[in-house]
């Protein structure tokens, strides 16, 4: 158990629609990064928030957004949904967007878009 | 940009040595890192090492790191079925902000 509890678990989605996924951060922790998992592949860095705003983000479109909450809590919001975004979604916390030594993963949100 | 790279599949009996490699392009890498993941489940970090170091023994596990060759390896002594998962190499640096950057992961099959 890591702390780091995200939700809903699994989640399925039709083409165009929007989704919300959760993730409430361990105790103590400032820093939320999301990472997209498809099948087969390493994690994908999605972005970062370090109190309340943005501090990084990968090669994503724009549909990709976030926010992080003043209990540190996140969540990620994807608009236009395409079938690639069917992937496991993972956020990680930690204290300070340090040298992510001590992130810690919850246990993702597997999406479907159909 | 930087790459990472792992063979996918690794196969061993229990209670023989598991050796998992990975490769590297990013020079400036400051940290590397093994993660596990069982099935359904998130990443777990099992450890990690710094680039000035050459090689870090925690239990069971032993990395080594050849930084001129750019080649990371985690041994795991004495494998148990418990082992069974894909297991990812990640690298780090200051150049990006030590947001990781993982390989495709390795898929630790442990038989009897």
């Known amino acids: 158990e890591t702390g780091v509890t995200q939700s809903p678990t699994h989640l399925i989605k039709t083409r165009g629609q929007q989704v919300t996924l959760r993730c409430s951060s361990q105790?103590?922790?400032?820093?939320v990064s999301w990472y997209q998992q498809a099948l087969g592949q390493g994690p994908q860095f999605i972005f970062q928030?370090?109190?309340?705003?943005?501090?990084g983000r990968g090669n994503f479109p724009p549909r990709f957004s976030g926010l992080q909450f003043p209990n540190y809590s996140s969540e990620l919001n994807v608009n236009a949904l395409e079938l690639d975004d069917s992937a496991l979604y993972l956020c990680a916390s930690s204290l300070d967007s340090g040298t992510n030594t001590e992130a810690f993963f919850g246990q993702g949100t597997r999406l479907t878009v159909v | 940009g930087e790459d990472v790279e792992q063979s996918l599949f690794l196969s061993v009996r229990e209670g023989d040595s598991s050796v998992i490699n990975c490769t590297y392009t990013?020079?400036?890498?400051?940290?590397l890192y093994w993660y596990k993941q069982e099935p359904g489940a998130g990443l777990q970090l099992l450890t990690y090492?710094?680039?000035?170091?050459d090689m870090k023994q925690d239990q069971r596990l032993t990395v080594l790191l050849n930084k001129k060759d750019k080649h990371l390896s985690l041994r795991i002594a004495d494998t148990q079925t418990g082992d069974s998962a894909i297991y990812f190499c990640?690298?780090?640096?200051?150049?990006?902000?030590?947001?990781?950057?993982f390989g495709r992961g390795t898929s630790l099959i442990v038989h009897p």
């Open positions: 090492i710094f680039s000035n170091m």
């Open positions: 928030y370090y109190r309340e705003e943005e501090n």
């Open positions: 105790s103590g922790h400032n820093t």
């Open positions: 990640a690298e780090s640096s200051s150049g990006g902000s030590y947001i990781p950057t």
């Open positions: 990013d020079s400036s890498s400051t940290y």
